[in-house]
């Protein structure tokens, strides 16, 4: 049952989404279930997996499709799911996209490689992908400097959605990336650029700026997705304040899950805790949380409760799933 595929009005919260392992590094696919339904009881947009958070590099070929397999039939074409495609080899990436599209996948996220310098090798990359992949699969260019050590300029980025119709989505995940952002909606309000999707990354630590400044929504992990798409209700709903005032109850979370490094463990250990997964093992080689980060988590969840009920929210709504 294919779902609809991606195109440029794509908007909300498209999280990114975890890959549950067990203690034994193996897969867990029942907490996968668990998770697709708690994504979707919080009223996600979409998803994404395989992406950076959930450990792609990680997995074999076959784990790819046999979890995206698992996740595609679990969301049963409710939402749109992304698949992260982005892979050394071209010819590896060609046939992950094929098998995905064909289970039922609404488009694939793609990054440029390591090692691209010159605009010019960015260009003459993505349009390569592009064309192997085939004008009929959507594709959502991310761009994550901080990551990849590659960087696209403003130009570089016009130009490409402007001759590769294929890419529906922008996935902005540079830092400091305000101004880029709004250079690229201004090229699009002059008439420069067709509209794209805009969804931004980074924890979602700069949404409500960000929304500001013309996202049309967030592709991104956090533990509490829930926050996220009230965040981005609310401001599409025309109550920006609003929107920030219940982002700023989460943002010392927010912020806590963004330290490099480590940030995916907490994330995690969040997740456990919620009761969304069983275990928040990162596969190794990945870190693994201490005394002290237990700790610090316990202190930011119980503030993040107090906070809560003071804004009129049942405190155990920052601890509970179902």
Known sequence: MPTDRLDETARGVYIIAA????????????????????YLSCGVAGMTILGVMGEAPKLSPEESIGFAARI?????????????????????????????MDLGAAGVMIAPIAGLRTEEQI????????????????????????????????S???RM?????????????????????????????????RRVGILVGNGGLYLPQELRRGADGANTGFAFPEMLVETCDRFFAGDVEGAEDLYDIYLPLVRHEQQPGIGLAIRKEVLR??????????????????????????????RLERRLADYGRPPMRARAVG
């Open 19 to 38: 890959t549950p392992f067990a203690d034994s590094g193996e897969i867990d696919l029942a907490s996968s279930d668990r998770l697709v339904d708690f």
């Open 72 to 100: 595609l039939k679990r969301v049963n074409g409710r939402v749109p799911v992304i698949v992260g495609a982005s892979n050394p080899g071209m010819h590896n990436m060609k046939l992950l996209t094929d098998k995905v």
């Open 123 to 154: 260009e003459v990359y993505t349009t390569a992908v592009a064309a192997e992949l085939g004008e009929r699969v959507p594709i959502v260019l991310q761009d994550y400097p901080q990551l990849s050590g590659v960087h696209m300029s403003v």
């Open 156 to 158: 570089l980025i016009n």
């Open 161 to 193: 959605l402007k001759t590769l119709p294929s890419i529906k989505i922008f996935k902005h995940e540079d830092w400091p990336g305000l101004r880029k952002l709004s250079k690229l909606r201004l090229a699009e309000a002059n008439g420069e650029l």
């Open 273 to 302: 805790r919620r009761g969304v997964i069983a275990s928040a093992a990162v596969r190794a080689p990945g870190p693994s949380l201490d005394a002290d980060d237990h700790r610090e988590i316990d202190s930011l969840i119980a």
